[in-house]
């Protein structure tokens, strides 16, 4: 019988939202684009090879790119085609079994643990994802790796190319990961930070970074040093796969209520259209998606997160009629979406026996309303694992917090 290496595929997309917004890939070809900032931000987007090429990088300062490269071209952003888009890829690689953790727009991983029996294989399972992701990317192929962590995949989706998937594991996952460059780390959130002042000590490879050494690191950078150590060892948390939610939308054109007033008018009709629908079953909202096409071109979007789950449609109103002062133009169009559902009913705290039940009930709507605005590992457990040690780090892991 045979037995199959636990092996993470990751599933990369090369400026995602930038070639949706450009048209497709045929659009970048020679020339140096960037997406252009949203009000009030100032920074481009993601940069074309020919702009990087001549130093643009995406969150860079619009003056300082113009400086860089004056025959730089900006395409206006187009957020709600690149949610779209990206939930059709995510739902096209659910399709085939996979339990998606994703990342940003354009790039997911997806433990193959399970896959290999069903798809014939590792290999099987690269190629069922990569065949998965053509019918949504109108025919274009992705960037696949796979290897045995989350970083690994990377590294191999990122030296994989759009015809040959690049699978490793073993030996050959340990050189390549040790090979990768250090900016690895920016995919990472804890770790991001990391990569400037690494930098600046002359590292340039993980393997670089694994030598100097854990106290080193620890010391130096705290819990994300350490993090970044067993990243660069090889070692990885496990994925956090999405959670499958129902999808509620609803949409409304706005004619001549493009902003003002008016537009806060059509909001509300829209609020009271997604509290009204029958899919709803009753429940509340923890977190919605509001978006807009506007006038001129491109689109915008916002994901807003209650303080706690909402059902009445004036509460909803208040929290979310002030984040239409962010539109950067005239809107044509308004769409409101759930993000995320809560628990059933709303108000249901005063059925609850007084004291300790209650307020260990309101921490634990507090911590999923922070998961829900900043992301599964924004509120963490310590949990003990050795109560000997002297090392607070050692002593103590953190864990993602669950209700």
Known sequence: MRTYVRMVVCVHLPRFALVLAAGGPEALAG?????APQVPDQRVGEASGAAEARGVVAGMAL??????????VLVAADPLGVAQAWEDVLAALEGIGAAVEPAHPGLACFDADGLASLHGGIAGTVAAARRAVRAPLAGRSAHVGAAPTRLGALAAALAASARRPVVVEGEAARRLLGGSPLHLL???AETEA?????GRFGVRTLAELARLGRDALA?????AGVLAHRLACGQDTPLCPRRAED???EVMDVDEAGSGP???RVLGVLVDRLLAAPARRGRTLR?????????DEGTWRERVAFRQPLCEARRMRLALCPRLSSLPAPARSLRLGVERFGPPGGGQRALLEQGRQVRLERLRDAAAQVCAAAGPEAALRAMCVDRDSRVPERRFVLTPFSR
């Open 31 to 35: 020339r140096a684009l960037a997406i």
């Open 63 to 72: 003056g300082e790119a113009l400086a860089r490269c004056p025959e730089l």
């Open 186 to 188: 920016r995919f990472r």
């Open 194 to 198: 990391l990569v400037e002042p690494l």
């Open 219 to 223: 010391d130096r950078f705290g819990q």
């Open 247 to 249: 999808r509620l939308e």
């Open 262 to 264: 008016a537009l806060e």
């Open 287 to 295: 977190a919605v998606m509001l978006a807009a096409t506007l006038m």
